[in-house]
């Protein structure tokens, strides 16, 4: 089987080296398709950081194993690791963070064992990075959770957690705040829940679950969050077992998936042969489990978990009384002991089945649309407009706008209601939403919209604007603070 390799930047290509070269004493049947991405690839001009041909070659064999990369900065290009998890639609980045014998942590001190398998939706929240300034003042991201992308990752989630005979599942969200997106992700886990029955679903409210996993975090198996609080809270979790150098990543899709050090790229060590390896090396366990390869993942994994053991590590980590080992001498070791088993979490030695390498090929764009079940109707707007007047003088000058469709409801600013009432202690800034909704009720059309927004642009420039609407008798937005 051929997969594609990018070494990455930094001490990408030493610790890269040092993990093939682990594979290839393993007798590991892989080819290797070295493919151009990273830092030095944005520098000759490709602002997604990776190559035409590079793009085909991963799009054809559909594995892609990754050292860390950089994207420069201050020069208004997006992450190249962002831009690979997107562009192909790996939707699930599963990171597990396991106790590792030999990596003191305050944890394993006092014995307490920690198995945590987080899986993060991958593709949507602000990781869409879409970005606008409204006034000179003002800056708005959007934040998309939809339910196709939450579905596909909670689907993924659970059954991932049967697999590996999980004792709980849970979701981590901010649903009490952002009752509509969150809320979205959160009644979609639920759903989902209902299909496994004999797993134990909960949830909690993710700074509760910060807070929990630093003080009990045996207690948690499986948790699930969307994209920017998965990032968060993977990183804690990387914390609890001994950092990002222990820290693997999969970026699972359905027909591309992304194997990963999630640790930066170490410029300041690069070159200098003293990286330590052991996060791409448990990535290629991961991918190596992926593709079948079970007898070679147990191998090399008991390997690592040996010489961890016995107090073997790098200038990171470890017993200082000990001299440290290089990269390459830190691979070495682990290359002889092969064949040896550690006392304490040993993988068993279950034979190979490897997968059949499936290439793609598709004409269009795969759509995810779920049924809608209730008639949508728009109800009136939400117009962002720019302005440094008081809440009475806009809410004054929108009225003579609402015309004989629309009534003006409030007037809010940062979220909070500052008309028809409010508090004077209320700060403000120079943008405003005020909501209209239509008379009696009835159902408005965008050429209502249009008309509004032409009437009321003679007094404010509108930033944007968002429809107020309602599936069925459900609100699909939410109120101002005070609202």
């Known amino acids: 089987m051929k997969i594609a390799v990018a070494k990455g930047d930094g001490i990408g290509p030493e610790i890269m080296q040092a993990v093939l070269k682990i594979f290839e004493a393993n007798k590991v049947p892989l080819e290797y398709d070295f493919v151009d991405m990273g830092k030095w690839v944005f520098d000759k001009g490709f602002n997604n950081g990776m190559t035409p041909e590079s793009k085909l070659t991963i799009e054809n064999l559909g594995i892609l194993f990754k050292g860390p990369m950089e994207t420069p900065k201050g020069k208004g290009v997006k992450s190249v690791n962002v831009t690979a998890r997107k562009t192909w639609n790996t939707y699930a980045n599963k990171r597990v963070f396991q106790t590792l014998h030999g990596v003191d ?27 606008h300034m409204l006034t000179h003042d003002v800056a708005l991201s959007r934040r998309f959770i939809t339910r196709p992308g939450s579905l596909q990752l909670i689907k993924y989630a659970f059954e991932m957690a049967r697999q590996k005979n999980a004792r709980r599942i849970t979701c981590g969200h901010k649903a009490n705040i952002m009752k509509i997106t969150d809320g979205l992700f959160l009644d979609c886990f639920y759903e989902v829940a209902k299909e496994y029955p004999e797993l134990k679903s909960d949830d909690v409210i993710v700074d509760d679950l910060c807070m929990k996993l630093v003080t009990r975090p045996d207690t948690f198996d499986v948790v699930v969050l969307t994209n920017l609080q998965g990032d968060i809270v993977s990183d804690l979790c990387a914390g609890l077992v001994g950092g990002l150098g222990f820290a693997p990543s999969a970026n699972i899709g359905d027909h591309i998936c992304i194997f990963e050090a999630v640790h930066g790229t170490a410029p300041d060590i690069a070159g200098k042969n003293i990286a330590n390896p052991t996060a791409l090396l448990l990535s290629g366990i991961a991918m190596l489990r992926h593709l079948g390869y079970m007898k070679n993942a147990a191998e090399i994994e008991n ?88 809440p009475g003088i806009i809410a004054h000058k929108c009225q003579r706008h609402a015309g004989v469709k629309f009534n003006l409801i409030n007037v809010s600013n940062r979220g909070t209601q500052v008309w028809p009432t409010g508090s004077v202690f209320t ?57």
């Open 105 to 131: 942590t305050v944890f394993s001190k006092a014995g307490i064992p920690i198995d945590i398998t987080v899986v993060r939706e991958n593709i949507e929240d602000t990781y869409g990075g879409i970005e």
């Open 303 to 390: 390997a690592l978990l040996y010489t961890l053991e016995k107090g073997v590590h790098t200038g990171d980590f470890g017993d200082k009384s000990k001299p440290s080992l290089n990269t390459t001498e830190f691979a070495d070791t682990i290359i002889s002991n092969f064949g040896k088993t550690p006392e304490l979490g040993a993988k068993e030695l279950l034979p190979n089945k490897p997968a059949v390498q499936t290439v793609f090929h598709l004409d269009r764009n795969p759509m995810m649309v779920s049924k809608e079940e209730f008639q949508e109707k728009i109800i009136g707007v939400d117009m962002f407009i720019e302005s440094d007047e008081q």
């Open 427 to 483: 700060n403000l800034v120079n943008q405003y939403n005020v909501r209209f909704e239509s008379l009696d009720g009835s159902p408005l059309n965008q050429q209502d919209i249009i008309g509004l927004y032409v009437s009321l642009s003679g007094n404010f420039k509108i930033c944007s604007l968002e429809l107020l609407n309602m599936w069925g008798d459900k609100r699909s937005y939410s109120l101002a603070q005070g609202q």
